[in-house]
């Protein structure tokens, strides 16, 4: 069980957080808005996602514990321990959230929003599971406003990048919208889960990720997703991490990439067959398989 975890930038703080505990990994990829749609509360965004983060993590000690209800609680700690100084009416902090379990011979696994969770199967198959809403809701409702606003002529680049600003704040944690960690327990609810069986069979490895963490394979052509898989269960992160990083810097520089150039990157390993069986193009270190 290893992970990385690069801010956007050396002068960044970093809004990903990570928790690690036996046969348990969570991502809490804290969500880096303007502190305008966030007005009604006094605390960080890496103060949001690193308590939420340890809030998840220690509950989900409990394997008794459904994964979106030990969320639900965490959502619920965290909102309450922002006290009489945020008025959360007002906007707050957000963030998606990825995590997996062991329990037994299987593992199990939640994604809320965009982060990501990816599976590698004994048999060499590759798996990822991520909430694609967001980017559905979003998209349709600044096609909606537009259509509204923008008249007979073609919306300029600068007033559809405005406009889905908009969108995503008015499909956030609404039915028929995307659902992500914010004030209300009841996200929860809307995560994605499942659970594999481990070794033969089912899972050799899992992996949970921030969107900046699965930026490789999702958009700057880094890697791709299989490559991604093994090399991360064979111990790679920090090669693919300055692989997603040179790859943004490609798309920074050709000036064709929209929205935040560089983003907080997170990626949580856990791996379950003897390390000799898991195999990667490129080398890099073995690590010890959890118990």
């Not at 909102?79 to 009489?84: I, K, L, P, Q, V």
């Not at 908009?166 to 994605?192: I, M, S, Y």
């Amino acid at each position: 069980m290893f992970a990385v975890s690069w801010p956007a930038g050396p002068d960044r703080e970093n809004e990903d957080a990570v928790v690690l505990r036996p046969g348990i990994g969570v991502v809490v990829d804290g969500a880096g808005l303007d502190a305008s749609v966030r007005r009604g509360c006094v605390h960080s965004v890496a103060w949001y996602a690193r308590s939420l983060a340890a809030a998840f993590g220690e509950l989900l000690e409990d394997r008794r514990v459904a994964m979106t209800d030990a969320l639900a609680e965490a959502i619920r700690i965290v909102t309450a321990s922002h006290g009489d100084g945020c008025s959360l009416i007002g906007g707050s902090p957000s963030a998606t959230v990825a995590a997996w379990r062991v329990d037994d011979d299987d593992v199990e696994h939640l994604v809320l929003c965009d982060a990501s969770i990816v599976v590698l199967h004994a048999d060499g198959g590759v798996e990822e599971i991520t909430d694609r809403r967001i980017e559905e809701a979003v998209t349709r409702r600044t096609a909606e406003i537009l259509a509204q606003t923008a008249g007979p002529r073609p919306p300029t680049p600068e007033e559809v990048w405005s406009t889905r600003f908009r969108a995503l704040e008015e499909t956030r944690n609404v039915r028929g919208g995307f659902w992500c960690a914010q004030a209300d327990p009841a996200a929860a609810g809307e995560a994605l889960t499942g659970r594999r069986r481990i070794g033969d069979g089912g899972a050799a490895a899992v992996l949970a990720a921030s969107d900046g963490g699965t930026r490789g394979f999702q958009l700057v052509g880094a890697h791709d997703l299989a490559s991604f898989a093994a090399r991360a269960a064979s111990g790679e992160l920090e090669e693919l991490a300055a692989e997603i990083r040179t790859g943004e810097e490609r798309l920074r520089e050709r000036g064709t990439f929209r929205g935040k150039p560089f983003d907080d990157l997170t990626i949580v390993v856990g791996s379950f067959v003897p390390p000799a069986s898991l195999s990667s193009p490129h080398g890099g270190a073995t690590p010890e398989p959890i118990a």
